[in-house]
Nanobody, 120 residues
Framework: QVQLVESGGGLVQAGGSLKLSCAAS????????MGWYRQPPGKQRELVAT???????NYVDSVKGRFTISRDHAKNTVYLQMNSLKPEDTGVYYC??????????????WGQGTQVTVSS
C-alpha cells in the first residue's frame, strides 16, 4: 500500500502565502505524476496543478503566476507554494500520485486533504 500525507494548510489573509506538502510512503517502486486538487465549499473537486516525473508542470489558469508546484524526488514529496492568495482559493486541497507499486502495479493514490481558508 501507499500513503499520501498532506500538511501545511491553514487560515491566511488575502494576499498571503502558504506552502503545502504531500509526502508519499509505502510500497513505492516509482512515482510518476503527482498533482494537487482542491474542492471549494459546495463545489466539485478541481485540478490545481500537476508535475510529471520529468518535472514538467501544468496549472489551471486561475493560479498561473501565483502557485508553484515542485517535487523532491528523493523524499517522494510534492509541494505547492501558494502566493497572492485570494478568498476564492479557499477549499480542501488534496494531493494525488500515480504510483508504480512493488506489488499492485500502477495505481492512483490520494491524500486525506488539508483545509486552506483565505479571509478577505
Amino acid at each position: 500500500q501507499v500513503q499520501l500525507v498532506e500538511s501545511g494548510g491553514g487560515l491566511v489573509q488575502a494576499g498571503g502565502s502558504l506552502k503545502l506538502s504531500c509526502a508519499a510512503s509505502g510500497s513505492i517502486f516509482r512515482i510518476n505524476a503527482m498533482g494537487w486538487y482542491r474542492q471549494p465549499p459546495g463545489k466539485q473537486r478541481e485540478l490545481v496543478a500537476t508535475i510529471t516525473s520529468d518535472d514538467i508542470t501544468n496549472y489551471v489558469d486561475s493560479v498561473k503566476g501565483r502557485f508553484t508546484i515542485s517535487r523532491d524526488h528523493a523524499k517522494n514529496t510534492v509541494y505547492l507554494q501558494m502566493n497572492s492568495l485570494k478568498p476564492e482559493d479557499t477549499g480542501v486541497y488534496y494531493c494525488d500520485a500515480l504510483v508504480t507499486t512493488t506489488t499492485l502495479g500502477k495505481r492512483v493514490y490520494w491524500g486525506q486533504g488539508t483545509q486552506v481558508t483565505v479571509s478577505s
